[in-house]
């Protein structure tokens, strides 16, 4: 049982290339999120999908698209990477659905350099 | 709308020291409010959470908040501090509301001094 787990660990863009982050768990949880984590900010949702084919957006979506591929994939992609989008991206998923919130359980982390 | 302010961005406390992490919100709806802990270059994982029963929630590793109505907080405590609780502690709103968003505290840094 894995948990949740994130490819890559790290990396490094240039200015304008793009990316998919991937995200994948093994709980069967309803609810999955992105989320960027910058000095003294905390955690901002990006984007959330509270159940398999539905997506809605977080706090700060711009220069941000996702996929919920099936239950268990939620991908993150940064079509043309700006130096703003330097963080280090969290996934998470939660049991929760459209019902009451719930814990959410994190993976590990991506850390995104973008030159 | 919602916000979670935690009140102090470091605190710093003697090993078997008592541990006190602040965090005051504001919700339009009754809320579920969780505290994460982030050990460095790791993921965040749950510390406890409250979701409408009891008020004084008791967590992992002798961690507990009380959930003050009247006081819009949701301190958390321990009462003897450990080298290995240094670490970073968000304190999270959840609206039951789904057209507010998840808000994290920006985060207090527990510093454990031996």
């Known amino acids: 049982n894995a948990g949740v787990t994130q490819t890559p660990k790290f990396q490094v863009l240039k200015t304008g290339q793009s990316m998919t982050l991937q995200c994948a768990q093994d709980?069967?949880?309803?609810?999955m999120y992105w989320y960027r984590q910058d000095p003294g900010m905390g955690l901002r949702l990006i984007y959330y999908?509270?159940?398999?084919?539905?997506?809605d957006k977080g706090e700060v979506p711009n220069g941000y698209n996702v996929s919920r591929l099936n239950k268990r994939e939620f991908s993150l992609r940064l079509e043309s990477a700006a130096p703003s989008q330097t963080s280090v991206y969290f996934c998470a998923s939660s049991p929760e659905g459209r019902g009451r919130p719930d814990t959410q359980y994190f993976g590990p982390g991506t850390r995104l350099t973008v030159l | 709308a919602q916000s979670v302010t935690q009140l102090d961005s470091h605190v710093s406390v003697s090993e078997g020291t008592p541990v006190l992490l602040r965090c005051n919100y504001s919700?339009?709806?009754?809320?579920?409010l969780f505290w994460y802990v982030q050990h460095p270059n790791k993921g965040l994982q749950l510390l406890l959470k409250y979701t409408s029963a009891a008020t004084l929630v008791k967590g992992i590793n002798g961690f507990e908040a009380e959930f003050k109505k009247s006081e819009t907080s949701f301190h958390l405590t321990k009462p003897s501090a450990h080298m290995s609780d240094a670490a970073e502690y968000f304190c999270?709103?959840?609206?039951?509301?789904?057209?507010?968003?998840?808000?994290f505290g920006k985060g207090t840094r527990l510093h454990i001094l031996p």
């Open positions: 919700s339009s709806y009754s809320p579920s």
């Open positions: 999270v709103v959840r609206p039951m509301n789904r057209d507010d968003k998840i808000i």
């Open positions: 709980m069967n949880h309803n609810s």
């Open positions: 999908s509270a159940s398999e084919g539905t997506t």
